[in-house]
């Protein structure tokens, strides 16, 4: 079982960057397969990046190019470099395994303003 605890979001311009972090707690050692998922005002929460295992990244296509996933085993964190920030980014931020499988953390909130 992996527990997480999500921070860095917070309000930025459109067009600025965020740097997201998830710790993680638990089983984290054997580096599971990891993500970032957004929930959007009114909207279901979506999978916007990806890590497999074996360090093999994915993108929904509303975020690529601009996002980036990253992970420190070693710290036990999973990043999200966010570039280029739209009004459309706007939501709620939670890691996750890409299935959700784990408890939900209570995410960070990134607010963009145009």
């Known amino acids: 079982q992996v527990h997480v605890v999500e921070s860095g979001g917070g309000l930025v311009q459109a067009g600025g960057s965020l740097r997201l972090s998830c710790i993680a707690s638990g089983r984290f050692s054997d580096g599971p397969a990891m993500g970032w998922h957004r929930q959007t005002p009114g909207n279901q929460r979506e999978l916007v990046a990806s890590?497999?295992?074996?360090?093999?990244?994915d993108y929904s296509e509303s975020v690529k190019g601009r996002f980036t996933i990253s992970r420190d085993i070693a710290k036990s964190t999973i990043y999200l470099e966010m570039n280029n920030l739209t009004v459309e980014d706007t939501g709620v931020y939670y890691c996750?395994?890409?299935?959700?499988?784990?408890?939900w953390g209570q995410g960070t909130q990134v607010t963009v303003s145009s």
């Open positions: 996750n395994h890409p299935g959700g499988l784990f408890p």
């Open positions: 890590m497999s295992r074996l360090g093999r990244k």
